[in-house]
Nanobody, 126 residues
């Protein structure tokens, strides 16, 4: 059974940094595409950053230059380094995994990724 567990959220001031982690288990990690999503109260869920099975990385325009997605295949862990945080980044952040090779394509087609973590809250104060 696929299991995703996020950690690393918290409260920071504007301009601060956080690193989110997503520990994956229950499947062969590198064979799935991965991504980070977020949802703020009253807003739709949005894709933040994705890593496809071939290593292609995609970012939402709103986080380009500030967030970095990476993974450690040996540890079955996905990361999201978030720098220069803004109050607009406040949201619940979710890790997602999908057996299809491209999370970027999954997102573009409006398809919901198959597996999700429970989320970790990020709060940025001004």
């Amino acid at each position: 059974k696929v299991h995703l567990v996020e950690s690393g959220g918290g409260s920071v001031q504007s301009g601060g940094s956080l690193r989110l982690s997503c520990k994956a288990s229950g499947y062969t990690y590198r064979t799935y595409s991965m991504g980070w999503f977020r949802q703020a109260p009253g807003k739709e869920r949005e894709g933040v950053a994705f890593i496809d099975e071939d290593g292609t990385i995609t970012y939402a325009e709103s986080v380009k230059g500030r967030f970095t997605i990476s993974q450690d295949n040996a540890k079955n862990t996905l990361y999201l380094q978030m720098n220069s945080l803004k109050p607009d980044d406040t949201a619940m952040y979710y890790c997602a995994a999908d057996p299809r090779p491209s999370m970027t394509t999954v997102q573009a087609l409006g398809v919901t990724p198959l597996f999700w973590g429970q989320g970790t809250q990020v709060t940025v104060s001004s």
